[in-house]
């Protein structure tokens, strides 16, 4: 099976739209009570039910990308996310770039690139025996 792009382009589309949950969610998380109250606060918390919401439509993609491709070279896609993240917490939240989170983005888009670069390589299967067309005498 292969993956085709279309495929791809959904999962990165996934993965940006659940990123911005994830912003959402740390937003509303500032606004969460202890303990019964929370439940409420919770409940009528804005940013929370914005960043569920992103995170069930990233689920959408989610299901239309893994629908006509392979799970093992779609699934890492996700992880760039994190990726995502990284920039919306700098960009959001204020949050500073360090060696290691610069470190960890370098490995996660190794890790993407060789997961896609085994989704082609490798040697052909074996053709069948019966597959093999023997040359006329």
């Known amino acids: 099976m292969t993956t085709p792009l279309r495929s791809m382009l959904l999962m990165l589309v996934a993965s940006f739209i659940g990123s911005f949950g994830a912003v959402f969610l740390k937003a509303g998380a500032g606004r969460v009570h202890a303990g019964l109250a929370g439940i409420r606060s919770m409940l009528f918390n804005v940013r929370l039910i914005l960043g569920v919401g992103l995170f069930l439509l990233s689920s959408y993609f989610f299901v239309l990308g893994v629908k006509h491709g392979e799970l093992s070279v779609l699934y890492p896609l996700v992880s760039l996310s994190y990726i995502w993240a990284l920039l919306w ?48 005498k």
């Open 89 to 136: 917490s700098r960009l959001f939240f204020k949050e500073p770039f360090t060696k290691n989170k610069l470190a960890g983005l370098a490995l996660i888009l190794v890790g993407i690139a060789f997961i896609g670069m085994g989704s082609r390589g490798g040697a052909a299967p074996p053709r069948p025996a019966s597959a093999v067309v023997q040359p006329s």
